[in-house]
C-alpha cells in the first residue's frame, strides 16, 4: 500500500524530542498507525499522545502499515503490547520497527523483543525495519 502524505504519522507534536527524533519520524513518515505504550518519560508514551487516535487502536488491516516504538532500557519502563502487537499481525498489517543497526544499541532492549516476537511469530523482515508475514 502507498502512503499518502495525509495519512503518514506526525510526531511532531511530540512532547519529548530527544536525538533519535528524525529516525522516528522517518520511521512514522511510512506508517499510518501506531502501537506503543511507555513509561511517562518516555519519548514510546510522547509519541502515543502526539498520534492520539492512530495510536493503539485495536483495529488494523492487512492494509496499514504500523509503527512500533518500543520503551528502552530503563527504570519503571513499561515493556511492548504484545497483545496489541498480534492484533495487527492477526490482519497481516505491515509492520515498521527500528533496523538491526538501531536495535541493536545497548538501550533499546524493547525493540529487540518486538523484533524477537515478530520473528517468532511468522513474520520476516524484507527490508531493514519492514516486516510482513511470511509467505504460506
Known amino acids: 500500500m502507498a502512503i499518502m502524505e495525509d495519512t ?3 510526531l511532531d507534536p ?3 524530542k ?4 528524525d529516525k522516528d519520524q522517518a520511521k512514522a513518515d511510512l506508517a499510518d498507525k501506531f502501537i506503543g505504550r511507555g513509561s ?3 519519548s514510546t508514551r510522547a509519541y502515543a499522545l502526539a498520534v492520539g487516535h492512530l495510536a493503539n487502536t485495536g483495529r488494523y488491516t492487512r492494509d496499514d502499515i504500523v509503527m512500533i516504538s518500543a520503551e528502552g532500557d530503563r527504570a519503571g519502563r513499561v515493556r511492548p503490547d504484545f497483545a496489541e502487537i498480534q492484533l495487527a499481525m492477526d490482519a497481516g498489517a505491515q509492520i515498521i520497527t527500528d533496523t538491526i543497526a538501531h536495535r541493536e544499541r545497548r538501550y533499546n532492549c524493547g525493540e529487540r523483543e518486538v523484533a524477537g516476537y515478530l520473528s517468532a511469530n511468522g513474520y520476516v523482515e524484507f527490508a531493514p525495519g519492514r516486516w510482513r508475514p511470511a509467505a504460506p
Not at 18 to 21: C, G, L, P, V
Open 8 to 10: 503518514m504519522l506526525n
Open 14 to 16: 511530540s512532547q519529548r
Open 18 to 21: 530527544t536525538s533519535h527524533f
Open 40 to 42: 511517562p518519560r518516555s
